[in-house]
């Protein structure tokens, strides 16, 4: 049986299958640059293009070159690391020992990231959903629910500018937050305007 299959062997056809592999190799290759320099490319017209592209650059494959998915997916890790965030913030919020002013500001930030959450939750929703019949109004209600969330966060970031201990813990998460929806509301906006 194995010699049968030796002697059928085409070595023409192992050269064009080699040649088929490495030619979608190259192309795969290509596209996946090409989607690379469209993310970072979009992200140099953003606030903070260096943490845009690092918080984007892994999902290229899923973006490729859409303005629409990358502003899904920069409000998808925005949403994410939102979440993680009021949750590390609950968990903060229930050490002991903080002074009265800083449970105050803790239970504010909690309140606020909440509403953020919600608001980016609402953003994410209405962007996913396919097609509307005024899509001008809802690209409108989804920039001013991005840009309350992001006014939600910078004033979270305030309760704990004058406090040094909780500064460097908390402001530094929240700031964070506040960068990728500066962002994400940037990447938004951009979607928007080739909107029409």
């Known amino acids: 049986m194995e010699a ?17 592999f490495t030619s ?18 979009s992200c140099g017209l953003t606030t903070y293009p260096t943490l845009c592209f690092n ?11 859409s303005p629409k998915l990358l502003a899904q997916t920069a409000l998808s890790v925005t949403l994410d690391t939102t979440r993680t965030t009021s949750s590390s913030m609950v968990k903060m919020s229930q050490v ?25 939750k609402q953003s994410l929703e209405e962007m996913s959903r396919p097609g509307s019949k005024d899509s001008g109004l809802v690209m409108s209600d989804i920039q001013t629910w991005v840009s309350s969330a992001l ?5 979270c970031s305030e309760g704990f ?11 530094g998460k ?5 960068h990728l929806t500066s962002n994400a509301l940037a990447l938004i906006n951009g979607y928007a305007s080739l909107r029409g």
């Not at 006014?151 to 004033?155: C, F, G, L, R, V």
């Open 55 to 65: 918080s984007l650059s892994t999902q290229a494959r899923v973006i490729q070159t």
């Open 96 to 120: 002991h020992g903080m002074a009265p002013r800083e449970v105050a500001a803790m239970k504010d930030c909690i309140d606020l990231l909440s509403d953020s959450v919600y608001n980016l």
């Open 174 to 178: 929240i700031v964070n937050v506040a």
């Open 161 to 171: 500018k004058d406090d040094p201990k909780m500064k460097s813990v908390v402001r």
């Open 4 to 20: 049968s299959n030796l002697i059928n062997f085409q070595p023409h056809k192992v050269v064009l299958i080699i040649l088929l």
């Open 151 to 155: 006014t939600d966060e910078d004033t």
């Open 24 to 41: 979608s190799f190259n192309l795969i290759s290509a596209l996946e640059k090409t989607n690379v320099e469209f993310i970072r490319t």
